[in-house]
């Protein structure tokens, strides 16, 4: 079986030998921006309240994609040596689909972002106790563990 894949990635034996299906798995990127009690989310008019984040383009390391997707998504920008690696999450999509979320996040000040005119959703920062009554059961769920490292 020959593959030509535009970003090609290494298979196994099992997979070459058509042994074992060949079985990809998106990844995408949130970032989770806490300053003092509150941790900034928008809200898709889709997918509903999220942290910030979306697909990894070619070429961009997970956390350059954070980054990217947090000033397409709200205007801010962060210098990156704030941000760092939390975990990743397996993800269903109700809409079909499942994909992995690299997640990270920062502590800040909020005056320490930097913020421009062009972005895509309003901002909306959340006081940490009050998630669990705004946010969807899943949703929260999946960003306890974050929660109690921030």
Known sequence: MNYNFKYPIPLTNGEINSDKEILFVRAAVRI???SGDKCLFINHP???WELPGGAIDPQETPKQAAIRELKEETGYIIDSEKVNFSEIIPVVDKRGGNWIDLVYFANINKDELEKISDFEFDEHWI???????????QTFSKRFNLLKIS
């Open 32 to 34: 989770a921006i806490f």
């Open 46 to 48: 889709v997918k509903g």
């Open 127 to 137: 006081e940490i106790e009050k998630m669990r009554d705004i946010l969807p059961p």
